[in-house]
């Protein structure tokens, strides 16, 4: 047993996706969760940038004991992930892997999609994790620059946000059978993306499917945490305003919590 919270990170609002569900399908473990509003989004950062970023929010993450960290942000995932996970003494999750292989469970045709930031998709690393595991798989990459912002800003279901996403999603229509949510924050428009690709695409939320992994982790290295102990202290931090973090927050969690403003 390990009574030591999990830590979570992400360039903002994004990794609260995967927060969610971690509480859906581990609701006894606590949470350490530092956002990085103020420089969302990491997409269009040079690497050496979002690699110097992220680094600050793991060590921020081991000043509050974390027994894992959980990379919650594919644009972090695909630049540095590799080298945090060779270099910490815990485990180190990403949300790349998980999500590439639900996507190869899930197609029927062998023709995938995914969504992104401009440096995920210039990664490439979707189509090589993917390919990897299966070389017959046919991959198509689109950077979706504008969809973080519209969900930073908390502008979830409003016509300009609907409007963004068909134009956007338009060179994908109809060529896919599957597609990879390949930023933890487009789960948070899902409902539009739904309906611009058609209902008979599945949607992959690569963050939901590495809570399992996380699941399986804490299983191998016996670190789940005590079911019978006191009540659970979930603390969110943000480099932004502490007031727009908690609206998106809470309704997406349908949880009311405590957000700290945090300086890095």
Not at 145 to 154: G, I, M, R, W, Y
Not at 197 to 217: H, N, Q, W
Request: aromatic share 6%; charged share 20%.
């Amino acid at each position: 047993m390990d009574n030591r919270p999990i830590g979570f990170l992400d360039s903002g609002v994004g990794g609260l996706t995967v927060v969610r569900e971690l509480m859906r399908q581990l609701p006894h473990e606590e949470v350490v969760y530092i956002g990085d509003s103020a420089r969302a989004p990491y997409g269009p950062r040079p690497a050496e940038q979002i690699r110097a970023y992220t680094w600050q929010l793991v060590n921020f993450l081991l000043t509050k004991d974390v027994k894992m960290i959980v990379i919650a942000c594919n644009t972090a995932t695909a630049v540095v992930w590799e080298e945090i996970k060779e270099k910490l003494e815990i485990p180190v999750l990403g949300v790349i892997l998980p999500g590439a292989a639900a996507a190869i469970k899930s197609t029927t045709t062998g023709k995938i999609g995914v969504i992104g930031t401009p440096m995920t998709v210039q990664s490439d690393i979707y189509r090589k994790k993917i390919q990897a595991l299966s070389p017959e798989m046919n991959v198509q990459s689109l950077a979706c620059p504008k969809f973080t912002p519209l969900v930073e800003s908390n502008q979830l279901t409003s016509s300009i946000t609907k409007k963004v996403i068909y134009k956007s999603l338009q060179p994908l229509v109809g060529r896919v059978d599957t597609l990879v949510l390949g930023c933890t924050h487009y789960p948070l428009l899902k409902p539009i993306i739904q309906n611009a690709m058609g209902k008979d695409v599945k949607l992959i939320d690569s963050g939901a499917e590495c809570v399992r992994d996380v699941s399986v982790l804490l299983n191998y290295f016996e670190i789940n945490r005590n079911r019978d102990k006191q009540e659970l202290k979930h603390q969110f931090y943000t480099t932004a305003s502490a007031k727009s973090f908690a609206d998106i927050a809470e309704t997406w969690l349908n949880y009311s919590i405590h957000v700290e403003h945090m300086t890095l």
